[in-house]
Nanobody, 123 residues
Framework: QVQLVESGGGLVQAGGSLRLSCAAS????????LGWFRQAPGKELNLVAG????????YYAESVKGRFTISRDNAKNMVYLQMNSLIPEDTAVYYC????????????????WGQGTQVTVSS
């Protein structure tokens, strides 16, 4: 079992920055992955950034490349999403999610989810 708790969401003006944090606990598999998803109003749930536990390579959705950075602090069991140059289209509920086994990048491939944190970007 993996427990995930997100924090750091809030209201920010366009062009601003936020850093989301995900506190992870429980057992993980080295071949599985952790990622940040978001769901904007009326839109689908999409993976915006992620990585496999045993890899230094990160995935980013095209819409956030160059603006968002995913990182981790293994000693603290923390994962972060640094979001810069925010735009109103980034407004969404952001979720930290983890896989129970090696899988793909769809939401259905992730078994464990945090409660979500709201990010609102004003124009």
């Amino acid at each position: 079992q993996v427990q995930l708790v997100e924090s750091g969401g809030g209201l920010v003006q366009a062009g601003g920055s936020l850093r989301l944090s995900c506190a992870a606990s429980g057992r993980t598999f080295s071949s599985s992955a952790l990622g940040w998803f978001r769901q904007a109003p009326g839109k689908e749930l999409n993976l915006v950034a992620g990585f496999r536990w045993n890899s230094n390579n990160a995935y980013y959705a095209e819409s956030v490349k160059g603006r968002f950075t995913i990182s981790r602090d293994n000693a603290k069991n923390m994962v972060y999403l640094q979001m810069n140059s925010l735009i109103p289209e980034d407004t969404a509920v952001y979720y930290c999610a983890a896989q129970a086994a090696p899988a793909g990048i769809r939401a259905a491939d992730f078994a464990y989810w945090g409660q979500g944190t709201q990010v609102t970007v004003s124009s």
